[in-house]
């Protein structure tokens, strides 16, 4: 089962992104040193009472003009209320109940979600701030008195949320499925693979309702197993603003990649990889799951010898970071090599599943000192004691060692292409971690 969503909505200005920040915590602050990646994270994951869940912030979107305000507002905000487990309405106690904020609380009445009323700024202490009971008007419950800068009040809104979440103890149908997310920026075929794939291979097909708007979960069983594919389609360009289209298009393949196994990274073969590829491919990377390119309109190229084998290099120089993943020529419109996807899909799934015993992953990494010597640094030398698999989706492996600031980087990747060199792991990146002595768990 996917972990509760938790959506923070609000008009601008409100402090959505600091209460976001404030309830991630130290989470939010790790950073990958990968190309392309976004920094301005909407989502990320959270704890509170044992219980974890994710948060996805809908801030950050300022319009440049007044008359778009309540468009850029609606737009956020549905996207957050189709996929929502509990709503976080984000207000200011400063200004009070404005227009934009009933307007808000209208369409989550409306949705029946759940909603709490975090009524934020109310930075100082001692007693309440009579402005609070102006929320009440909303029809949204009891508003909670927030201060996101210090912090005051956000365990009362989690205890709220927690209320809603679906009890644990409560055990489904187990899904067996492989959960398979068709990410990609607009117009690159994601609805035409999907009803490609369904409509030349259907078995056993329903319709669940999506994580968004203008996403369907679809179920297919065929000879190669259980597949639900999440379509992230429907991010069509409803404004000249760029930005807008590509912040609600990484917002909407942020939600599908957490729920996925597996993700299909479709890029235009008339166009290449483009700046927001690389963002959305950035991002199934960082979360870690395993992997396909998917070129698609391959029919509509023009080819010659070897056209195929130069933009096979084309993306994996543009997507260097993902250098483990495989590449596929397909056409969504007529079908080709479309069938191959379901020997990938499983496959790279397997690799990222994988698990390798403590003996001979030590095997491999002495094997790879003798090959080459660990770093020294002014008479130091790096000692590797041992190295042990502590996860799967993806491969985790810890690495102990007398000193991480010896382990530079580059031999760190030596390791990793050794492992890779014996053990494969395709289509799935790495995790290694490294404690020295003194280092707590």
Known sequence: MSKPLVAIVGRPNVGKSMLFNRLA???????????????????????????????VDTGGIEPSTDSEI???????????????????????????????????ANMLLRSKKPVVLAVNKADSTGAEDPTLY?????????????????????????????KHFPDPSEDEEEDDSVK????????????????CILGEKRVIVSDVAGT?????DSLLENEYGRYTFIDTAGIRRKSKVEERVEKFSVMRAQLAIERADVCLILIDAREGVTEQDTKIAGLAHE????????????????????????????????????????????SALTGQRTERLFELINFVNDQS????????????????????????????????????????????????CNSKELFHFSYQRYIE?????????EGTPIRIVLRQKGDKE
């Open 134 to 162: 102006e929320f009440y008007s909303l029809g949204l419950g009891d508003p909670i008195s927030v201060s996101a800068i210090h912090g005051h009040g956000t365990g009362e809104v989690l205890d709220e949320c927690l």
């Open 25 to 55: 915590g130290k989470r939010l602050s790790i950073v990958e040193d990968t190309p392309g990646v976004t920094r301005d994270r909407l989502y990320a994951e959270c704890e509170w009472c044992g219980r974890s869940f994710d948060i």
């Open 70 to 104: 309540l468009l850029f507002m609606r737009e956020q905000a549905q996207i957050a209320i189709d996929s929502a487990t509990v709503i976080i309405l984000v207000t200011d106690i400063r200004t009070g109940v404005t227009a934009a904020d009933k307007d808000v």
């Open 212 to 216: 968004t708007r203008d996403a369907v």
């Open 353 to 400: 599943s994988m698990r390798i015993s403590t003996g001979m992953l030590n095997n491999v990494l002495a094997d790879a000192q003798a090959r080459v010597q660990p770093p020294t640094d002014k008479g130091r030398r790096l000692k590797i004691y041992y190295m042990t698999q502590t996860g799967v989706k993806p491969p985790n492996f810890v690495i102990f």
């Open 180 to 195: 398979v997310a068709v990410i990609g920026k607009p117009n690159v075929g994601k609805s035409s693979l999907v009803n």
């Open 287 to 330: 979360a870690g799951k395993a992997s396909i390119i998917v070129v698609n309109k391959w029919d509509l190229v023009d080819k010659e010898t070897g056209t195929m084998e130069k933009m096979r290099k084309d993306v994996m120089r543009d997507l260097s970071f993902m250098s483990y993943a495989p590449v596929l020529f397909i």
């Open 417 to 425: 292409n050794q492992i890779r060199a014996v053990f494969g792991l």
